[in-house]
T-cell receptor, first 114, second 112 residues
Framework: DGGITQSPKYLFRKEGQNVTLSCEQN?????MYWYRQDPGQGLRLIYY???????QKGDIAEGYSVSREKKESFPLTVTSAQKNPTAFYLC?????????????FGPGTRLTVL | AQSVTQLDSHVSVSEGTPVLLRCNYS??????LFWYVQHPNKGLQLLLK??????LVKGINGFEAEFKKSETSFHLTKPSAHMSDAAEYFC??????????FGKGTRLSVIA
């Protein structure tokens, strides 16, 4: 059963703690992405990776870190430096077809800072 | 530079009536355009995409969109709304391998 999985679905964190969100895909996609979603603001790009062992900052990378040690996995760490981390986090990966790339999304992780 | 503007933050229709969600885009190159749907607390699902083939694109669940270069628009339509269509809809633009640019979303309400 192919797809993108994110875990956990809901995550609670105390202020000052780092937390890592998991994203795994078995679609054999090279490119993977992390987005943050806040009400009324659409999706904003945090980090993306187009190949293993390489990643680039997106529009709102401050307070976040990522790694891409395996093609299938692209974990996101929300650090204590992120001032307002409560949000819905979405992971995505790109397929490369003849008609151009298409992005597919995981089910999301809702992070709440207590 | 690319951008996308969804002209309505909220659209409300009665069940069985047509749906129109409006999207205008700006792109320096030949764009790829997408519509995604998101139900509450779920990920985004691809409805349809335009990639320089036919200007009228048919998607899933009876939705379609028409690419109009002269108007820089890519509006999403459906002839008859169902209750299950109630969700958030995102218009998205991309050129080549650049990251996607998302609109702020349109919330569709369907009234019984």
């Amino acid at each position: 059963d192919g797809g993108i999985t994110q875990s956990p679905k809901y995550l609670f964190r105390k202020e000052g703690q780092n937390v890592t969100l998991s994203c795994e895909q078995n679609l054999n996609h090279d490119a993977m992405y992390w987005y943050r979603q806040d009400p009324g603001q659409g999706l904003r790009l945090i980090y993306y990776s187009q190949i293993v062992n390489d990643f680039q900052k997106g529009d709102i990378a401050e307070g976040y870190s990522v790694s891409r040690e395996k093609k299938e996995s692209f974990p996101l760490t929300v650090t204590s430096a992120q001032k307002n981390p409560t949000a819905f986090y979405l992971c995505a990966s790109n397929s490369q077809g003849l008609a151009g790339p298409t992005q597919y999304f995981g089910p999301g992780t809702r992070l709440t800072v207590l | 530079a690319q951008s996308v503007t969804q002209l309505d933050s909220h659209v409300s229709v009665s069940e069985g009536t047509p749906v129109l969600l409006r999207c205008n885009y700006s792109s320096s190159y030949s764009p790829s355009l997408f519509w995604y749907v998101q139900h509450p607390n779920k990920g985004l699902q691809l409805l349809l995409k335009y990639t320089s083939a036919a200007t009228l694109v048919k998607g899933i669940n009876g939705f379609e969109a028409e690419f109009k270069k002269s108007e820089t628009s890519f509006h999403l339509t459906k002839p008859s709304a169902h209750m299950s269509d109630a969700a958030e809809y995102f218009c998205v633009v991309s050129s080549g391998n650049t990251p996607l640019v998302f609109g702020k979303g349109t919330r569709l309400s369907v009234i019984a």
